[in-house]
Each structure stands twice: as C-alpha cells, then as structure tokens.
C-alpha cells in the first residue's frame, strides 16, 4: 500500500497546484508530453501504477492470496481505476479535438482499461478484464528513447508487412494440412485416444505442427503414431519457412540502407603518374592529389 | 440454412439464365474466369459453400452438436454435395478437352471433394473424408490478386526446390539417428517406461528430435533421461539446419533480382588477337582496349 | 520372404559366375563399384536387404507381431546377416590392403552390422543392436547422382564445421545454464513434483531450453513457474543463436561462389559518341561496337 | 577418489617448491597465467576438480547413491573446498590490488563457489548452491585457444547487444500477449482444467508461446483450445522474429569485414569552386573533375 499512497499524494498535489492559471495547457504538457521533468514524472508515476494495478488484478485471481490480502486489493484496484478515471477525462478535457484521443489507439486502451472495474458491479468477473491495462505498458517506450526503439520495431514491423503475403500463405497451409490430417488422425485414432471429434484432431494438428505438442492429446495406435511422426517432420521443414522468410526480408530490410548509401562511391586502382595518388574515383579526369591530369590510357 | 438457400437460389437462377444462347461458353467463362463480375461471384460463393461444407462435416463430427442439428448437417452436407456435383459435371462439359481438367490437380480434387458422401452409403465414416474439400479452398487464390500471391509462393516453392537436396539428406540424418537412437532407447528403457518397441521408440525418437516432445512415451532410467538429453541437443542442432538452410536459398532467391542489376554484363574468355586483352563483352565487336575488330569466328 | 528368395538366387548365379577367371577383379568391380549395371543391381540389392534386416530387427522387438511371425523374422533376419557376412569376407579378399578397408568408416560399419546376430547366442537383445545397419543406408548416396548430394552436404558439413566453436560455446552456455538452473530448481520445487535430485532437474532443464517440454516433470509451486517461464524464454532466444550462426555461415558459403565469380565486371554508363553504344567496361577506352575511341572527358 | 588424492600431491609439492625465493611473483604466475607448463597443469588441474566437485554435489542429490558414498561424496566435497579456498586466498595475497580481483567477475565467481560449503552449517541445503561452481568452467576458455573462442564469443555477444532494442520490444511483446492471452484463458477455461490463476495462465501461455508445451496445463473447452490454436500459431510466427534477427545481425557483423573492402572510399559534400563537382574523396586536395586546388578552410 505503501508506494500505492504516496502516488495518490503527489497526484493531490498535481491537481492542487494545476487549478490556478491556464492549467489546461500546463496539464496538457505534463500528461501528453515527457519533456518536462514534471511530465516525466507523470509517465513514470503512471507505469508504476499500471504495473501495480496489473499485479493486482492477477494476485486477485490467486484464492491463497485474495483471501488474505482481498480487501487491499480490492482497495488498490479502486484507488488506481479512480486515478486512471480523472486522468481519462483529463486527457479528454486538456486537448483540442477530443474525438482525435477518444478513438486514437491509445484512447481506446485507455478507455477498455478503465471501464471494466465498473462493470464489475453488473457482470461479475469482468474485473480481471482489467489486465487489458497491460497495453498501457506500450507508453514506456515514450519515456525510453522513443525514437530509437520505434525506429527499431518500424524495421521490425516492416520486414513483418513486407513479408505478410508467404506468412498468408503459409498460415493457409497449415491450416489446409490440418484440417486433412486432423481428419485423417481422428478415423485412425477413433475416440479411445483423444481424438473425440475432427475439430479436436485439427487442434491437436495444430498443437504438433507448431511444435508446441502438449501431450494431452496423443495417438496410440501404431498407424496414428506413423502419420503423426509424418506430420511432425513436416511440422519441422514448416518452422523452417517462416522463420526463413523474416530473417530474409529483415537482412534485406538491414542492407538497403547500406546499398544505395550516397557517401560511397567507386574508387579504381589507377595511380596518378606525377604523384602517384591511387585510389581514383571511376570518373576522376584530374588527381585529387596533385591535380594533374590522369592518363586514359593508363591501364593497370 | 439460409445463406444455404439463397447459394441454390442465385445457383438456379444462373442454370436458367444460361440455357439459351451459346450458354457453353458463358458457363465456362463464369465457371472457369473470375474476371467477369459473374464469374468472381461464381467464386466467391463456391468459396462460402467449400467453408461451409467443411466446417459442416467437421460439426458433425462433434457427437452433443450431431445430435442437435444431425438433420441440418445431413441435409447441409447433401445440398452442397449436390451443388458440387452439377458444377463438376458443368466443367466436364464445358471445358474442350474434358480429360484436361479431370485429370488435372484440380479436377483431381473436385472429384475427390464429391465423391466421399455418395460413398458413405457403402463405406461408413468415409463422409468424413469430406473435409479433403479444404484443397478446394486453394481457389481463393484465384480471386485474390493472384500474380502477386502466386509469385511469392513460387518464391517460396523455388525456395524449398532449390534447398531439396540438402532437406533430403538432412531427413535422412534425421532417419537415421532415430533408428539408432530408438533402439538405444529400447534397449535401455525397456517397456516399464512406454518404450514397448522398438518403433515406438523411433516415433519418441522423432517426437523428440522435432522438439514436439508429447511426454506420452518418457525416459524414467537415469541413463536413458542421459541419452535422451544428447538426443534432444542433438535435436536442437539439428533444426538449425533447415531453418538456415531456407533461409539461405530464399535470402538467394530475393538478391537474384539484384543480380541482374544492368549495370553488369556477361564477359567472355575472348582474347584481343592485338593486344590480347581479356573480359570482352559477349556483344563486342571491337577490342575495349585496342579497339582493334574482335575476330568473330574466334568462338570457344 | 519372397524378395529375400530371390536376393538369394542372384546373390548364387553372381557366385558360381565369379569363380572363372579373373574373379577377384571382377568381384571387386561389383561390390565396390556402382558403374557396372552388374555392380548398380548389387547395390540396389543390398539397399534392400539392409531395409529389409531393419525392418525385421524393428517388427521383431513389437509383442503383436513376434509372437505370430517370429520363425519368418528369425529366419530372414539369419539369412540376411549369413548374406552380408559373406559380402564382408567378399569386400577383404577382393581388396589389395584389406587392412585398408577393414578400419575405413564403412568397414566398421559393415562389421557392426553383421557380428550382433551371431553375439546374441551368447548376450540375449544385442540382436536388437542389428538396427546399426541402417548406417549402411548411407550407401544409397553411392547409387544417386553421388556428388550433386555429396556436394551438397559437403556445403552443410562444411558450414557446420566453420561454425563449430561458436556452436561450442553455445552447447557451453546451455550447459552451464542448465546446471545452475537446474540447482535452483531442485532447491525450489523439492521432490514433490519429480525435481527428484538434481541431475533430474538438469535433465528438466535440458527439456526445457530445447522446447521439447515432455511434462513428465513440470514445476507445481508459483515461484518455480516464475523461474521455469525465465528458462523458457532464455532457451527462446538461445534457439535463435544456433539457427542464426547455420543461416548465416551457410549463406557466405553459397555467397562465395558468386561474389569471385570473374566473368562478371563492371560497366558504366558512357555512351560511345560514334555509334552510342552503352554498357563499357570501366577500364574501356575504345567502344567495344565500333571501334571508337572513347571521349575520355565524356561524364554523365 | 584416487584422482583426489593426486590432485593434492601435485597441489603439496607446488605449495612446498613455492614458499622458496620470490615465490608471490611465481605463484601469481601460475595462478593467474596458462602459458608456463605448470600454470597450464594448474589450470587443468583447477578444470577436474571444479568438474569433479559439481558431480559430487550433483550425486550427492540423488538419494540412492547418496546413501552408499555419502561419506566419499561429503569428504571429497571438503577437500576441493578447501583446496579452492587456499587458491582463493592465494589469488588474493599474489596480486598487487586484491579489490581488483575480489570485485572482478571471476573473483565473485570464485568467492561465491567457495562460501556455500561454509554456509552449509547455518544453512540446511546450501551446499547444493555449490553448482555455481560451473561458472568456473568458463576458465576452461584459457587453455583452450583463448583469442579464437574469445572472438568468436564476441561476435555472437556484439550480435546480441546489436539485437538488444530488437529482443527487448521483442520480450516486452510476448509479456503483454502472454497477461493478455492468459486472463482470457482464465476467464475461457475456468478452475477446472489447471488455469487456477491469472499467473498460472500467464505461465502456461508463455509455455505455449515458446512451444514447450508440457501439457501440465492445457484447455479442455472447445473454445479455449481454438484460442490456444490462436496463441500457437502466433508464437509460431513469434519465434521466426529473434531468430530472424539473430542470423541478420550475425550475418552483419560477419560481411562488416567485407564493408572496409579497399576499393570504396568515403567522400564528402565539399563543392569544387570552380567546377563544383561533389563528393570529393576526404583526404583529397584536388578536384578531380577539373583539377582546380580545393578550398582546405572549406569545412562543413
């Protein structure tokens, strides 16, 4: 509770200290912007409070703990969705064009992450929905060098949607090749061992394919256990494809940069004949050394 | 059912419209072409009835929904089956070279997307076998942008042509080692342990290798939890090499473009019978450094 | 036993033919070569006897089927062995050093695969131990276009080795991990859910790192959930080390060829002034077209 | 226990041959240096007993060894303590800034695998943290061709730190899916199957995610095994990501070599005055477009 009280104190103070002169723009620049020490500040307070909240909600779904510690969390809960509550508005209230932040994503977040507590009151259970708030965490990387990491998951995202087209075709072919094989495992297997309907044999597929393979479901029969090693094995090649295709359009995505970069240009290995400079540009006429003219003819 | 309803509606209403004219070449142009608005809608709700179809058939296979709606599925599957068989009859018909479609890869499929419910009469279960129609869904790609889609799955079956030879060998390692170690395995584990034979070893074998790891069949004996951690690294190893390889060819298969960069040409082993100089283009008539005439009988 | 019948009756004809004159050489030519049709059929017959004593080895150690076709399995898996001891003795007396052969990769093989059978009067399973042959499989590369394969995993291997230390130190890394790891959970999770001692929980460990997961020991207590999450995304990324370093080495081994390929040189984009040809060599000073000289002044 | 033994020969004679002449600078030597022959037997040495001291603690774990050699395993552990606590101290009183040592990497290292023994007195189990001694192992990289592993291991460290922007967006992806993911199944799949808590469910979607799948835990609904259906594939596609990234940053650092190829020259934007022609070579003093001296003060 502790750090939990102290947010709430410098939050007090915030709020006292905006309410005299034009606030609105004062806290505009603190709850939007992490230029300023105090909107930093502000960041940083907000993380630790969405990282707590977060805690919370999971400590609450551990029965050990919430008999315990219950009503501190169900306190804790209420004082940072309260907290997040007036920030909500004030973020709403503090710009021009509320409609531009209220459907931004970060708006949408926002609200998904305040809403739930108070629908708790009508649909039981909808409280842990509040986890959603773990999308807020995405603003760290406004207190991080943004720039850097943005530039970082751009890349990322890029070589991602440049190669959107062979992961649609891929996915397409897995789930082609599961839909068949879960077919094909449930007439072998039959209902004995786990493979109860076609649905639950394509999930299994699945499950073996991406070589995640839980093992609750397991063929038994020798035929099952031939296809299923098949399937494995092509499992196997698959996981080959897609992890081939980012690593690909990443290197490419990583070279451009180095390829047509402006500040390179070819040198030949032609040496000047009064200062022997070598080391000339292809379309050098005169030594950038000496200044003398370079002999065409000069051949190496 | 109604989507269902409204497929044979538009399906009627089209089989009327057609029979007058030369309605051979307009069904073929709808049927086979998804350029004309009619043909894209042609596919476009084949495409539903294939989803439906499958998704009906993989219902039915779940034994609290079957005995809800046994009768829509039954009659469902029926109506499409009968959907699909008209329209595989329309191709036959409409197409030149009959024998051309029905034993292309698509005619191939179209026919065993039909076939296995008309069977179910006398073989039990095989109406399962109906969820093969998923192969149908491969037109979809028909009414995407095609060229771009299968351009990129070329690249990507370039890719794993190209890399076939070293996929070859690496699955006969993968062979091997499982055999080897299987009986290993075998040997050391004995039945206690689920190891019961020597196949069922091999399929553990491979169920490790792949990293899949079900956990129906574990080692308990020191010594073989010993083995198969080597097996398991070995494993670990091993999917470096597809994935790397994949990789590699496709990385390859993209900078082939840049190969062709025009800002390179093709040289021959030409000597200047002058100067003797070296490297003339394949085109050259005169020497590059003489300017002497190239003797064009001089061919290697 | 119909094939194994007829192996048999080649495998005599080729004997009685042999003892005529020169035998040995001839002998030598079919069982060490693959040019001869003669000496391609001996290989094509091994491959298959050496599938087929495999296959016996393996459907011998299934319950089920021993106990129904035990006498036939038995019997063909001696006919077999007698087979290859025959070819073993063949492959010393028609060899100049058989010393030479007997030490070779595949001679060891060869008597690997051959004593096991005629052990197991006196060490009951080491039959079992008669799968080694599918090592002998490896010959079937001598039958395929040899060096295109060999070639090609000539290309892996060497990739493999050129990333040998870096694959040690990553195999030293997951060792150590595992160890340390694997202590702490044993400390953690105690005997109750199969941290049974630490080597046990190294093995955990080992499972874990390569994704392979069986479950048969999985951790019960939240703390060493938290810790085992740890592991599990350390060994996510440590997968990609290896792969990385394959994809990576592989690649500049197949760049290689191309990059000092000679019969590619750079041209530019001068334009001859009397017949306009584009495309010279850097070095060009006359037009490779006309003959002309080029304008050395002349920049783009 | 007879290596034991020797080891504490070997280590006698040392301490006796030393305590004669300026023994501090030959100790340090041997200590901390492998190229006299007996600084390399000390380091071997050092090597089998650190490997030595891990399996005693390791089998110390299993209980039915531990309860035939518990006497040899206790003894053998104590003496390798000792041995490596006077190593510790020798290190110490040799080198001229023993803070240097005692806060360096290794000094920790060495400090922590010799206290816990110790410790084990107040605390029960302790001496099991003895493993730590495996980061001892990393000395090994002394006597093996230290600079080429070393340079190796730096290679694939600067990849990593290369990737760490990368990797971190990367990890903080899977964290928000993982809380998000695992509410859901939480919420899905109830108490019933294993999801007993938030956590849990985070810990089981970060199995899954990393395709380990022990199968401890796994959804039972046909709704929550179609949203783990979902998660696989999405850790499919994930783990394409830090493999992807690890090969191009490798595959970087590896062409970096290839980048300062001798024949491309950096140039700058200095404008010729006279011609102002561009991208003059840095350390050029001359135009090489019309040979006019290059302005040195013109700095940019």
């Known amino acids: 509770m502790e750090t939990n009280d102290q947010q709430q104190e410098s939050f007090k103070e915030k709020v006292k200290h905006f309410f005299q002169g034009d606030w609105k723009r004062k806290l505009h620049r603190i709850i939007y912007e992490a230029d300023t020490p105090l909107g930093k500040l502000f960041d940083v307070i907000l993380l630790i409070l969405i990282l707590l909240s977060v805690l919370f909600v999971m400590l609450e779904s551990v029965r050990t703990i919430d008999e315990r510690f219950h009503q501190v969390l169900y306190i804790g809960e209420w004082v940072i969705t309260i907290f997040f509550t007036f920030e909500y508005i004030a973020r709403i209230i503090t710009i021009k064009k509320p409609s531009k ?12 992450s305040t809403i739930p507590l108070y629908l708790s009151f009508i649909l039981v259970g909808s409280n842990y929905l509040l986890t959603v708030r773990a999308l807020r965490l995405l603003r760290v990387f406004r207190i991080l060098k943004v720039t850097r990491y943005v530039g970082e998951s751009n890349k990322l ?28 495992m449930y007439l ?61 359009e990443y290197a490419k995505s990583m070279e451009k940069k180095n390829q047509d ?18 080391k000339h540009r292809d379309d050098a006429d005169y030594c950038h050394r000496c200044g003398e003219m370079l002999d065409p003819e000069d051949e190496f």
Request: aromatic share 14%; with cysteine.
């Open 261 to 278: 970069d402006p500040s390179y240009v070819h040198v030949n290995t032609h040496a000047c004949w009064s200062c022997g400079a070598l």
């Open 101 to 112: 932040y209220i459907f931004s994503f970060y708006g949408i977040i926002d609200f998904l």
């Open 157 to 184: 995202v890029k070589a991602l949607r440049d190669s959107r087209p062979k992961i649609f075709i891929f996915l397409f072919a897995v789930l082609i090749i599961s839909i068949i094989a879960g077919t094909l």
């Open 188 to 248: 072998i297997e039959g209902e004995a061992s786990g493979f109860k309907s076609i649905p639950a044999s394509v999930y299994w597929c699945i499950v073996t394919l991406t070589t995640v393979g839980f093992g609750d479901i397991a063929p038994v029969t020798p035929m099952g256990q031939f296809i299923a090693a098949i399937i494995m094995i092509m499992g196997y090649g698959i996981i080959a494809v897609p992890t081939g295709i980012v690593s690909a």
